[in-house]
């Protein structure tokens, strides 16, 4: 299955001679393709992060079933306020559940699925992240991925999608949105009705968001319920989330799920028996940006002249959830929350300026180059799929040959590590012509350019030759 063609391209890429040399051939090597956000995170959440390091006593973020308090509380507050108020009941901090990365949630929701309802088929729509491979593996669980037939699109249509949930009937249901790697999205009205049928043929749906960029010009993706439900209805839904992508804070491993609190509680005592409870430090730049999301969505949608209050209202209600559900930051009931250092520590319409422009610049960064690609590599295109969220791209090259070969010889060549479509899909066969390769564009521009130029001339040089 996937994770095994993940590590055959690992063991290739981070062979350490086969790298000196590379790195010594290429300067270093171009990361063209890594799925992870490369770009740097917002100055705001780092300054914060450093201050808490340097300031606080770190007590809450000590390992705990559920992770730190006030993250579980900024992302109760996040949802409502993307939600709107009706979703102020369906979801609490009994709903949300801190993991290692989205890759903690996913392990920890797919056991909970194998062993206590006894789920033994999965099926992915679209190509997918290969890591929950490896689960389904070791629980007993048979995936099989489905992609659509029509050109110029691997996410299946809500029609492909019904056929084979109907005739297969599977246990689980996987949907990332945007999808990785092609970075497709169903619209709203086709979401809801993927996750009526998960519904009307009782699978569970495992919905995982985290390809996302979440950028504030982009607006919310929809949310997957069910028509007219603007609440958290499905005791069936499993949703995924982490920091990696959206917030370039792939090192932290902070990663969430929402779910039904049977679900949670399951996977937080998984976690606590594990000992892979997530550490959560920085989580003042965690909780500061759900607050910030939430200052961004709200400016947003106001009237002229009215920037400042809502800046101050959304901040005033984010404040109220902090309070509330995080209000020590030891078991021990006496040191103070979080809420007041972060409060304290922000001037907030400056935050909010300040975080709005970085996180510009990273989509901006994404979409330069991605035009840099698709116009150097235009000979080279012969299928590509329309991004609609994310900055991974999928595109299959002329490279005329197979696509092991491909991935072995940009690397030696040109000194660029790519993951291919066995990684994503459910097969490892590598021997094939014809395979997606995913460019992933949030990357630092000269990295990213020094690739594509490595790149064109050795598929130059190649279709020269023929
Ligand atoms: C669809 C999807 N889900 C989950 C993950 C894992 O995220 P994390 O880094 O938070 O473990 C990835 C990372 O590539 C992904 O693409």
């Not at 490369?38 to 992770?67: M, Q, T, W």
């Not at 206590?116 to 929950?132: E, I, K």
Request: glycine fraction near 8%; charge should be negative; include cysteine.
């Amino acid at each position: 299955m996937t994770y095994r063609s993940l590590e055959r391209a690992n063991a290739y890429f981070y062979d350490p001679e086969r790298r000196l040399a590379v790195v010594k051939r290429h300067g270093g090597v171009s990361y063209l393709s890594s799925g992870v956000n490369h770009l740097k995170a917002p100055e705001v959440l780092l300054d914060l992060a450093g201050r808490e390091f340097k300031e606080r006593r770190l007590i809450e973020n000590y390992s705990a079933p559920s992770g730190a308090l006030g993250i579980g509380a900024a992302i109760s507050f996040e949802l409502h306020e993307r939600l709107g108020r009706s979703a102020f009941g369906a979801i609490g901090p009994a709903n949300i559940c801190l993991t290692v990365g989205a890759t903690g949630a996913l392990a920890g929701a797919f056991r909970y699925l194998a062993e206590v309802t006894g789920a033994r088929t999965a099926l992915v729509l679209g190509l997918n992240y290969s890591f929950f491979s490896t689960i389904c593996d070791s629980l007993g669980i048979r995936y099989r991925i489905l992609r659509s037939e029509e050109r110029g699109r691997l996410l299946p249509s809500v029609a492909e999608v019904r056929h084979r949930i109907s005739t297969e009937r599977p246990a689980i249901v996987v949907l990332s949105q945007p999808t990785n790697p092609s970075g497709e999205l169903f619209t709203a009205h086709e979401l809801q009705q993927v996750v009526e049928m998960a519904e009307e043929f009782g699978c569970w749906l495992v919905f995982d968001e985290v390809p996302s960029l979440a950028a504030p010009d982009e607006g919310d993706l929809p949310a997957p319920f069910p028509a007219g439900a603007v609440t958290f209805v499905s005791p069936r839904l499993i949703w995924i989330n982490s920091y990696s992508k959206s917030r370039s804070l792939a090192g932290l491993r902070a990663g969430y799920m929402v779910a039904a609190p049977t679900v949670v509680d399951f996977v937080r005592k998984y976690n606590e028996r594990l000992l892979w409870s997530p550490v959560n430090a920085g989580s003042s730049a965690l909780i500061a940006d759900m607050v910030l999301r939430a200052v961004l969505r709200a400016l947003g949608k106001c009237e002229a002249g009215q920037e400042a209050r809502t800046i101050s209202r959304t901040v005033k209600r984010a404040g109220h959830y902090l309070q509330a559900f995080a209000p020590y930051s030891d078991d021990f009931s006496r040191l103070d929350g979080i809420w007041r250092f972060l409060d304290g520590a922000l001037d907030w319409p400056d935050a909010c300026a300040s975080y709005g422009r970085d996180l510009a610049r990273v989509g901006e960064i994404c979409r330069a180059n991605w035009q840099m690609f698709s116009s150097d590599l235009a000979p080279h295109i012969t299928e590509a799929i329309h991004l609609k969220s994310g900055f991974n791209h999928c595109v299959k090259l002329d490279a005329a040959m197979s696509e092991w070969e491909f991935v072995v010889s940009a690397y030696d060549q040109a000194g660029i590590d790519f993951y291919t479509e066995t990684v994503f899909a459910d097969h490892d066969d590598a021997d094939t012509h014809d395979f997606w390769i995913r460019i992933s564009c949030a990357v630092e521009p000269d990295m990213f350019s020094c690739g594509v130029r490595n790149l064109a001339a050795v598929l130059d040089a190649r279709s020269a030759r023929h």
